[in-house]
């Protein structure tokens, strides 16, 4: 993470408050989540605010595409559905903003990193719904392959 | 029903929802006493209203009795456990209503500050703070104990095809073990109680925003139900809302209304800006002129946020969002046109947002941050819509992956190619099998004397004369029985053979399955009905039925064997796919560790002087 | 005996006919399968209404908690065995001895059914839940698939 960027820098302070305050409500953010252990909770969340500092540092949306379809192809693999690894980001993204304002209140850094951990959660649900919506366009045209092989299968 | 006390709002409301014909949910709404629970009923012919009927009068009698003698805790467990005892007894006097239960939930308010919430079963209690739900009680089903246990895994709990399988309810012995949680209320806290039909119907985002819009409880007792009965309605489902008294307002709040007044005084350069950039021209709204479709669109989404900054909630902007994707997916319409279109809207606001900033900018902060969350709450509802869309084409793929099997063992279609539709084989061919032996089973039948097996014999004469002509395989069942009956081997084999031929060849699926064991329980009450029309004294017809009944019984157990056979190979396929799926996984997580690295690395060489969204340059 | 008498003296036969002693206070296995057969004695007829409910309900408890459907099927089958065996010895009246067997026999039967259907339908859970892995597998293979470009192209740019 760059260490001249001073909304990064405010951020990496913040990370280990914003993991605790997720970690004590994380059966609130998914009742999966809840089920696991807390070292796994915990790494799980870590990797999630880890990748959200780099890219308040880089800005880069290709980079956080990466991320996301990642961390959506993982979930999958473990019977969760898009729409709660979505509301979970989102509870993330909404949980360090509320931590940045309450603990930079009346800081220009604190109303500015409030504000761009904002827009990043929202960067970050367009992004899941973009790589949401090419899965299921992926798996309808599959379905539309098989029916067509299932139609001749049937006619033949 | 609305009621208040002390500075509390609260309304219950109950529907027997748009599948069941009993609605076998009840709750207590008593303001009086502070007593608020809801029940789900359940147990077969109608016992599960009598169950729920039963604990409801059972504990508010309770509580109305002992509320000033016992301290809160005590008196809502035990009157919870007086609701168990008397379904439990209410149980055992009828033979019809025997196995009847309940879930509860309940609420007990001590004082506008102080409630305590007990459950067991799989009825919740919600609370609603700052905008954020969370759930206060955790389901009591088998598949949550053998979590807590250790006995299976977070992963494995999500695939478990018995999840909702409760471990605890009301009635199933005297006494229940009964979890209790004290929640301290504060201003603007909801609490709302609720039975399964509700959140097995909804999801838990649009739960949470109905539960925030500030409408009065009633209305928001109304709505949750509406949006069950919207979700498919297949339970009965019952809710009941109790609202803390409301903080005064806040400075906070004073700010916010100003916002949504300047956001409202703004909308006319909102539509301009959408116009210029192209909304009319969305194949979403082809059809229609373009003030047309900048009202239906641009000013719907503007009115959605002004009230939503109004009352700080997102029920409005998730309404608006559900609306708009919803009837476009409906309309088969493709995912481009609807990403371009809140892109559009996204962008039109948060140029509204930058003026308004320029003139004023801790009011443009604060309506920054106001867009911001509104976008994020339309691709949250979005969102569900979309993993609707998934669940509902992966349950498509599966129909028609299933109907393919039934064609590719005719060989009609070419499998070399595609291992997803390869196949263990669903039916019970000519694979030879050891048959299925039991050698630690006594043969417990009567012995098969001569008398015996001649009344044997005439027994299943009379059973042929009264079985219809077309029912190839009953007779086909009863042949067998009399053979396995005279067998006195003891070994079961002629039983496993005699299944093997009754099996044949058929399907792995109910249609397969089920006239087998039709079949099976006709042969038996024909059989049953014979003996007792054979001139033969009452102990020998006894000794016939026995011999029959236990050739009946290893008949039925060695066909039930060989279905176990002809399923084991799905368990064995899913076990080497879900190993494969094991290290695709770790090999992933490898990956994205070292992805990680190379990505912290990067961010400490970024040029910071670039604006943020142009200084990485990643494709991906 | 009475229809009432008689539901009461397999009744008595529970310790006998279930391993009741050995396991305290749980409902020793096949014991949802005896009490289906005093409640078939109860009821009456040569189809009891409600049967396959009830064997539904507690066969579904019993796979929850992780007995196989062999076990179930065993235990049930242990269940007939000894009940035939307690009968023989206990009613001395051979209509009173075909009354249960006849309901044992029905419950025998339902138990079957109960536990094929529920293994047919864990086949076609497992063939679902193969389908979605390889669904899921597929999403993998496209992100490491990526991850490695991504890796190489960004090994470059951070080189010295």
Redesign the interface.
């Known amino acids: 993470m760059s260490t001249e960027d001073p909304l990064a820098r405010a951020y990496a302070n913040l990370r280990p408050k914003v993991l605790q305050r997720l970690l004590d409500m994380r059966a609130t953010l998914d009742p999966s989540l809840g089920r696991l252990d807390e070292p796994t909770a915990r790494a799980q969340i870590s990797a999630v605010l880890e990748h959200l500092g780099n890219f308040l540092a880089t800005g880069d949306l290709g980079s956080h595409r990466a991320f996301l379809q990642t961390f959506l192809a993982m979930r999958a693999a473990e019977a969760q559905g898009p729409a709660a690894v979505l509301a979970m980001l989102v509870a993330v993204g909404d949980t360090a903003a509320q931590v940045a304002q309450d603990e930079l209140a009346g800081s220009t850094d604190g109303a500015e990193l409030t504000l761009l951990l904002t827009r990043v959660t929202a960067t970050t649900a367009r992004a899941v719904n973009d790589l949401v919506a090419e899965e299921l366009a992926r798996r309808v045209g599959q379905w539309n392959e098989l029916a067509m092989r299932e139609r001749k299968g049937q006619s033949s | 029903m609305t009621t208040a006390q002390q500075g509390l709002r609260v309304a219950g409301d109950t529907n027997v929802g748009k599948v069941r014909t009993t609605n076998e949910d009840s709750m207590i709404v008593d303001p009086v006493r502070g007593l608020y629970v809801v029940l789900d009923g359940m147990g077969g012919a109608n016992a599960g209203d009598v169950a729920s009927q039963t604990a409801r009068d059972a504990i508010k009698e309770f509580v109305m009795q002992r509320r000033l003698t016992m301290e809160p805790r005590a008196l809502l467990e035990a009157a919870i456990q007086h609701g168990s005892a008397t379904v439990f007894e209410a149980a055992q006097q009828s033979r019809e209503r025997h196995g009847m239960g309940t879930t509860v939930v309940a609420c007990y308010v001590v004082d506008p500050k102080r409630a305590v919430v007990a459950h067991v079963g799989d009825s919740r209690a919600y609370l609603l703070r700052n905008g954020r739900v969370q759930m206060l009680t955790r389901d009591h089903t088998i598949v949550e104990e053998l979590v807590d246990r250790g006995l299976l895994s977070a992963e494995e709990a999500e695939r478990h095809p018995y999840k909702n399988v409760l471990s605890r309810n009301l009635g199933a012995k005297p006494d229940a073990r009964v979890d209790l949680v004290d929640v301290e209320l504060k201003p603007g806290d909801r609490l709302m109680l609720c039975s399964d039909g509700l959140y097995g119907y909804a999801s838990a985002e649009a739960i949470q925003y109905l539960l925030g819009s500030g409408d009065a409880p009633e209305h928001v007792a109304r709505d949750l139900i509406d949006l069950a009965l919207r979700g498919g309605g297949g339970d009965n489902v019952t809710t009941i809302v109790i609202e803390a008294p409301q903080p005064l307002p806040s400075s906070t709040q004073v700010v916010r209304t100003s916002g949504a007044i300047a956001w409202w005084q703004h909308r006319a350069r909102f539509l301009q800006i959408a116009r210029d950039r192209g909304l009319p021209k969305n194949p979403i709204v082809r059809g229609l002129d373009p003030e047309e479709a900048l009202e239906l669109v641009a000013n719907s989404l503007c009115q959605a946020i002004f009230h939503d900054l109004e009352k700080s909630t997102g029920v409005n902007v998730w309404t608006f969002a559900q609306n708009i994707a919803g009837g476009w997916f409906e309309r088969s319409g493709e995912w481009a046109p609807l990403r371009a279109l809140m892109d559009i809207l996204a962008t039109s606001a948060r140029a509204v947002v930058d003026e308004i900033g320029v003139a004023d900018a801790n009011l443009g902060f604060l309506l920054s941050v106001a867009v911001s969350r509104a976008l994020v709450v339309a691709e949250l509802a979005i969102g569900g819509l979309l993993a609707d869309r998934l669940n509902r084409v992966d349950a498509e793929l599966i129909k028609v992956h299933a109907a393919m099997q039934e064609t590719i063992l005719d060989g009609q279609i070419d499998t070399s190619q595609d291992s997803a539709l390869e196949d263990t084989g669903d039916r019970f061919i000519d694979r030879p099998t050891v048959p299925f032996m039991r050698p630690d089973r006594p043969v417990s039948g009567p012995g098969v004397s001569s008398e015996l097996i001649a009344a044997i014999e005439k027994t299943i004469t009379i059973a042929r004369g009264r079985t219809s002509p077309r029912a190839e395989l009953v007779k086909q069942i009863l042949a067998s029985l009399e053979t396995i009956a005279i067998d006195a081997t003891g070994n079961f084999a002629s039983a496993v053979i005699a299944a093997r031929e009754i099996y044949g060849i058929r399907s792995v699926d109910d249609t397969g399955i089920m006239p087998l064991f039709d079949a099976l329980d006709q042969a038996r009450i024909i059989t049953a009905a014979s003996v007792h029309q054979i001139s033969a004294p009452d102990a020998m017809r006894a000794k016939v039925l026995r011999a029959l009944s236990g050739a009946h019984q290893r008949l039925v157990g060695a066909t039930t064997g060989l279905v176990l056979e002809a399923v084991a190979p799905y368990s064995d396929r899913l076990r080497e796919v879900q190993a494969k799926t094991g290290e695709l996984r770790d090999a992933v997580a490898k990956s994205e560790r070292k992805r990680a690295d190379l990505e912290r690395k990067w961010a400490t060489t970024i040029d910071n002087s670039q604006p943020w969204e142009k200084r990485g340059t990643t494709e991906w | 005996m009475s229809d009432v008498d008689l539901v009461e003296a397999v009744r008595v036969l529970r310790d006998e006919v279930l391993d009741t002693v050995e396991h305290g206070d749980r409902d020793p296995p096949g014991a949802e399968v005896f009490d289906a057969i005093v409640?078939a004695l109860?009821?009456g007829g040569?189809?009891i209404?409600?049967l396959d409910?009830?064997l539904h309900?507690s066969v579904?408890?019993r796979?929850?908690?992780?007995d196989s459907?062999?076990a179930v099927?065993q235990d049930a089958?242990q269940v007939?065995?000894r009940l035939?065996?307690a009968i023989e010895r206990s009613l001395a009246?051979?209509?009173d001895?075909?009354v249960v067997?006849?309901a044992?026999?029905?419950v025998?039967?339902?138990v079957?059914?109960v536990?094929?259907?529920a293994?047919?339908?864990?086949?076609?859970?497992?063939?679902?839940?193969?389908?979605?892995?390889?669904?899921?597998?597929?999403?993998?293979?496209?992100?490491?698939e990526?991850?490695?470009s991504?890796?190489v192209?960004?090994?470059l740019?951070?080189e010295p």
């Open positions: 409640s109860t009821i040569e189809s209404p409600g409910l009830t309900d579904a408890r796979l929850a908690w992780g459907e062999e099927l089958e007939f065995d035939m065996i009246d051979p209509p001895r075909m067997i006849e044992a026999t029905q025998a039967v339902t079957a059914r536990v094929s259907l293994a047919v339908a864990r086949a076609s859970r497992d063939r679902a839940a193969r389908l979605r892995e390889e669904m899921a597998q597929k999403q993998l293979e496209v992100v490491l990526k991850q490695r991504s890796i192209r960004m090994e740019e951070t």
